[in-house]
T-cell receptor, first 114, second 112 residues
Framework: GENVEQHPSTLSVQEGDSAVIKCTYS??????FPWYKQELGKRPQLIID?????GEKKDQRIAVTLNKTAKHFSLHITETQPEDSAVYFC?????????????FGKGTHLIIQP | GAGVSQSPSNKVTEKGKDVELRCDPI?????LYWYRQSLGQGLEFLIY????????KSGLPSDRFSAERTGGSVSTLTIQRTQQEDSAVYLC??????????FGPGTRLLVL
C-alpha cells in the first residue's frame, strides 16, 4: 500500500518568514495530494490540494509543488502569521479515493514565533 | 449547507464496555471514511463505505471494531469490549465522489 513520509515533525519560524514542509510518497499510481491544517482540538481542514497533472498550485500565501518523478510534494507558506500555527498533514490518494482512503503523513507542528 | 457531523463529541467509558460512534455525512456524499487519530499522531485509515457497502474492512484494528452504514447516509462505528489503547479521536470524512474529503469534528473517546 501507499506510504507517506513527512518532514520536519516540528518547524519553528519567525513571523513573516516562509515555511516549507516536505512529503514523499511510495505509490507512483497516487494522483491526488491534499494538505490539511488542524488547529488544536479542531477537525482537519483542507487548505490546498494538487493533482498529478500539474506541478504547482498557488492560493494567496500558500502553494504546493509536486515532483512526480521523485515522488515528493511540498507545502510553502509565505509571510507567515500567528494564525498559521497549527499541525499540517500531507496525504496521498490513489485515483478516485476509494477503498484505501487517504494515506496521511504523521504531521508537522508549525510554530510561528512573534 | 451543513458539514459532516459526529456524535457524541466526547465519550468516556470503562474498559470492557461497548461504544457506538455516529457520523452524519454531507448530504448527497456517497463515500464515507472513518479514521483514528491517537494523541499527537497522524490519521490512521479504518474503513471506507461507498453507498452502504464497505469493500475492504482490513483496516479495522481488530475484530472488536465494526462499522455499518444504512440508507447511504448515517454510519456507526462500534467498538466492543473497549480497551485503553482504543482511546483516541475518531474522525469521519465524506466525499462527493472525487478524492476531496471533508472531515467531521471527531469523537474523543477515553477508555478508563
Amino acid at each position: 500500500g501507499e506510504n507517506v513520509e513527512q518532514h520536519p515533525s516540528t518547524l519553528s519560524v519567525q513571523e513573516g518568514d516562509s515555511a516549507v514542509i516536505k512529503c514523499t510518497y511510495s505509490d507512483s499510481a497516487s494522483n491526488y495530494f491534499p494538505w490539511y491544517k488542524q488547529e488544536l482540538g479542531k477537525r482537519p481542514q483542507l487548505i490546498i490540494d494538487i493533482r498529478s497533472n500539474v506541478g504547482e498550485k498557488k492560493d494567496q500565501r500558500i502553494a504546493v509543488t509536486l515532483n512526480k518523478t521523485a515522488k515528493h510534494f511540498s507545502l510553502h507558506i509565505t509571510e507567515t502569521q500567528p494564525e498559521d500555527s497549527a499541525v499540517y498533514f500531507c496525504a496521498a490518494s490513489l485515483p478516485g479515493g476509494g477503498a484505501d482512503g487517504l494515506t496521511f503523513g504523521k504531521g508537522t507542528h508549525l510554530i510561528i514565533q512573534p | 449547507g451543513a458539514g459532516v457531523s459526529q456524535s457524541p463529541s466526547n465519550k468516556v467509558t470503562e474498559k470492557g464496555k461497548d461504544v457506538e460512534l455516529r457520523c452524519d455525512p454531507i448530504s448527497g456524499h456517497t463515500a464515507l471514511y472513518w479514521y483514528r487519530q491517537s494523541l499527537g499522531q497522524g490519521l490512521e485509515f479504518l474503513i471506507y463505505f461507498q453507498g452502504n457497502s464497505a469493500p475492504d474492512k482490513s483496516g479495522l484494528p481488530s475484530d472488536r471494531f465494526s462499522a455499518e452504514r444504512t440508507g447511504g447516509s448515517v454510519s456507526t462505528l462500534t467498538i466492543q469490549r473497549t480497551q485503553q489503547e482504543d482511546s483516541a479521536v475518531y474522525l469521519c470524512a465524506s466525499s462527493g465522489g472525487g478524492e476531496t474529503q471533508y472531515f467531521g469534528p471527531g469523537t474523543r473517546l477515553l477508555v478508563l
